[in-house]
């Protein structure tokens, strides 16, 4: 059986629908994680096919100056990891949610607890971007009796044998990497950015999503 996300995503894109899958920074609130459930609905309310929330982190090697600014406000908040599974164990919504975090933090935390502790929330999701495909045996073996996909990242350099590996099995969708760096405000794309996701599409039997340096509203409307 496919795991709900990737269920929930395929029905959208067979409706002839844009996929949209925001990104909010868990504890980037007044109310630090006690308002995220109203973000959340908020989003839910929009329309939304997904959510992605960030797990702060104090080196976040893959983030740009944007949710780098935002982790570190959702950190002064207190945030933590078990804080935030414990708020996600309370919210009520039909809206999958994809957990975005760095590897140490899942490590701390434990890999099996974690994936645990998430089995009766609405995460269906979980991108690791430091997180090399080689060492996703740390992570999916313990996803693979769950409704919780692992997401693979794929950046503009990966050729198509690379890019076969890294999607085989995958679920939810793949994550394509729009630019070469961190994230944030680009519109500086490569020119050959539309044949390389051409080229994901062909490759991938599940949504691809393209993300990083995503900013404005014709940016949507191309990878849309």
């Known amino acids: 059986m496919p795991k709900t996300l990737t269920e929930k995503l395929n029905a959208i894109k067979a409706a002839g629908k844009g996929i949209f899958v925001p990104y909010i920074m868990a504890g980037d609130h007044e109310k630090g994680l006690d308002g995220l459930g109203e973000t959340i609905h908020f989003l839910e309310d929009l329309g939304v096919s997904a959510i992605e929330v960030g797990i702060p982190f104090s080196d976040p090697v893959a983030d740009g100056p944007v949710i780098e600014e935002a982790g570190l406000r959702s950190l002064a908040h207190g945030t933590s990891t078990q804080a935030l599974v414990e708020t996600l164990k309370t919210i009520e919504t039909e809206i999958p949610l994809v957990i975005m975090t760095y590897f140490n933090s899942l490590f701390q935390y434990g890999v099996e607890n974690f994936v645990k502790d998430l089995a009766d929330t ?51 969708f793949v994550y394509a990497v729009a630019i070469n760096g961190v994230t944030g405000k680009s519109g500086n794309y490569r020119a050959d950015l539309d044949k390389h996701l051409a080229q994901l599409h062909q490759v991938a039997d599940i949504p691809v999503l393209t993300g990083f340096g995503v900013s404005s509203q014709a940016d949507l409307e191309r990878f849309n």
């Not at 997180?131 to 950046?155: G, Y």
């Not at 503009?156 to 690379?162: A, Q, S, Y």
């Open 122 to 172: 609405a995460v269906k999701g979980l991108i690791i971007p430091d997180l090399p495909h080689e060492h996703a045996n740390f992570v999916e073996p313990f996803l693979a009796d769950t409704d919780i996909a692992l997401i693979p990242l794929v950046s503009l350099t990966t050729g198509i044998e690379r890019q076969k590996e890294l999607i085989e099995g995958a679920e939810g």
